[in-house]
């Protein structure tokens, strides 16, 4: 059933990561039964590989539901302690167990182990004005009491929708429905992994990822979800899906008999792959660093906002734009890659001036801010420390030619423009000196002996440097967008 001696417990947040990469290898679609709406499912999986928790906010009737629920077909199987509330993993020392299985000498032995699918690992809480602390963390055991046990023992605590989501999904549908002062008792389970039951003095560790649901602000039922709680939330507006992908979605869904069979959950496999196949592979350069940094931090000065993000929307736009090659299963982050990575992170962490806003077209609001996300990746390129001297009239010419010729084997073609070459040259030098910690083993290849890069590594590696470069280029109106419209991306100013 379990080999033990091999077994080795992940958290929930590294086998998501695992499944996503290997479905994204072998080009399957990870989440498969949700139709259309491909950038939101692409937003929810950079979530996901990042190890963050998604907000998915939309009006009635747009999948929020059945897309929450796709993401456990992601988590395969894992052994639990049989019949613990918690989902004890039989190899979790004493410490991260729940009252009945810390209680025992040999909870193995005394209880024995058992499988938990990945459908069954999910809890729901449903938000609405009578959700409380009992329907979110627990409530007392009357009975345990009555039967001589302290009311502060945490024996005599029974957990709800929180302690049942270990190990796996906690949705919690509607949360601006939930009262706010009930929807702070979140944030310890996001920002330490933890429940905190004051009552009891006691602490108890979760291991869950969290997957809410909400309706934009200005409908009704709508609470303030506090800030610091949207900050450790991935913001993502999910709209009706297209009159074609409704079609196909309205004959999918359609009532149908079916064999029992069907409807049951076939067990999936375990598996016992090393950590370090999780380790992000993918590279960003300097000057990719650089943009998400200086865009987030022009967020606190832009005149088209209120809300500024937090120091937290920088770390999340970085790890939101590793996540963004890896799902494209490449290796070098361009500024495509930013501008993805950014809007995600920024979505719920920046606010639009008020009289940007209206709260009856929420689409339009989050199209706006997504186009401040831009503005200010636009001006973080107008303040790129990259400076340089070049005969302009030949830099022109060089990007016209190379541009005219197309992209493809860029490499190569890059050996006969001298003035291009030698300036993405002196870009990527300047890699050794900008970033030198906490590199993976992509990063230390390229900033340390490209030469010894990968042929398709490089390749990515010089496309993105190029691609930074005419964007600057463009910026000192060296060259026209025209020539580069269309054949790189090119960051917008949001005009208004």
Not at 61 to 69: D, H, I, P, V, Y
Not at 111 to 116: A, H, S
Not at 329 to 355: C, E, S, T
Request: glycine share 6%; hydrophobic share 35%; with cysteine.
């Amino acid at each position: 059933m379990v080999d033990l001696e091999t077994y080795q417990p992940w958290p929930v947040a590294y086998q998501l990561r695992y499944s996503i990469l290997e479905k994204v290898k072998k080009g399957e679609d990870p989440l498969p039964d949700i139709q259309g709406r491909q950038e939101v499912k692409k937003d929810v999986l950079r979530a996901l590989l990042s190890g963050s928790h998604p907000y998915l906010v939309s009006e009635e009737g747009t999948g929020k539901t059945r897309l929450a629920r796709s993401v456990t077909k992601l988590l395969p199987p894992v052994p639990v302690i049989t019949g613990c509330p918690y989902n004890d993993d039989p190899k979790w020392p004493s410490s991260l167990l729940c009252p009945r299985c810390r209680t025992s000498k040999d909870p193995i032995k005394e209880y024995g182990i058992e499988l938990l699918r990945g459908g069954k690992r999910f809890s729901r809480i449903q938000g609405n004005e009578y959700t409380n602390e009992a329907k979110l963390l627990g409530l007392k055991d009357i009975q345990a009491i009555a039967q001589g046990k302290s009311p502060s023992d945490p024996e005599v605590f029974t957990g709800t929708g929180v302690f049942r989501a270990s190990r796996g999904i906690l949705f919690v549908d509607e949360l601006p429905a939930i009262r706010t002062k009930v929807q702070v008792l979140l944030h310890p389970v996001l920002e330490e992994k933890k429940a905190i039951l004051e009552e009891y003095n006691w602490e108890h560790p979760l291991d869950l990822l969290l997957i809410a649901t909400g309706n934009p602000e200005g409908f009704s039922h709508v609470n303030e979800v506090p800030r610091p709680l949207l900050d450790r939330l991935e913001l993502i507006y999910m709209d009706l899906p297209e009159e074609t992908v409704e079609k196909e979605i309205m004959l999918r869904e359609k009532f149908r008999i079916k064999d029992y069979g069907q409807l049951v959950e076939k067990p999936g496999p375990l598996f016992y792959p090393a950590l370090e196949e999780l380790e992000r592979r993918a590279a960003l350069p300097w000057w990719i660093m650089d943009l998400v940094n200086k865009a987030v931090r022009h967020s606190r000065i832009c005149r088209w906002l209120d809300k500024k993000a937090s120091i937290r929307g920088t770390t999340k736009g970085l790890d939101h734009t590793y996540a963004s090659v890896e799902l494209e299963n490449r290796k070098v982050a361009n500024l495509k890659d930013v501008y993805q990575g950014l809007k995600l992170a920024l979505r719920g962490r920046i606010g639009l001036r008020a009289d940007l806003i209206d709260f009856e077209k929420p689409g339009e609001g989050f199209g706006k801010t997504d186009q401040v996300t831009e503005d200010l990746l636009w001006n973080a390129l107008e303040n790129l420390d990259f400076h340089y001297d070049t005969d302009q009239e030949k830099l022109t010419g060089e990007i016209t030619s190379l541009f005219s010729n197309g992209l493809k084997d860029v490499t190569e073609k890059l050996q006969r423009y001298q003035e291009l070459n030698s300036l993405i040259e002196q870009m990527k030098k300047m890699g050794q000196e900008k970033v030198t910690d906490d590199l993976n083993e992509t990063e230390k290849k390229l900033f340390c002996s490209p030469d010894k890069a990968d042929r398709e590594v490089l390749a990515e590696y010089n496309y993105s440097a190029l691609e930074t470069l005419v964007n600057l280029a463009w910026h000192k109106r060296m060259i026209k967008e025209e020539i580069i419209r269309g054949k790189v991306f090119i960051p917008q100013m949001a005009k208004w």
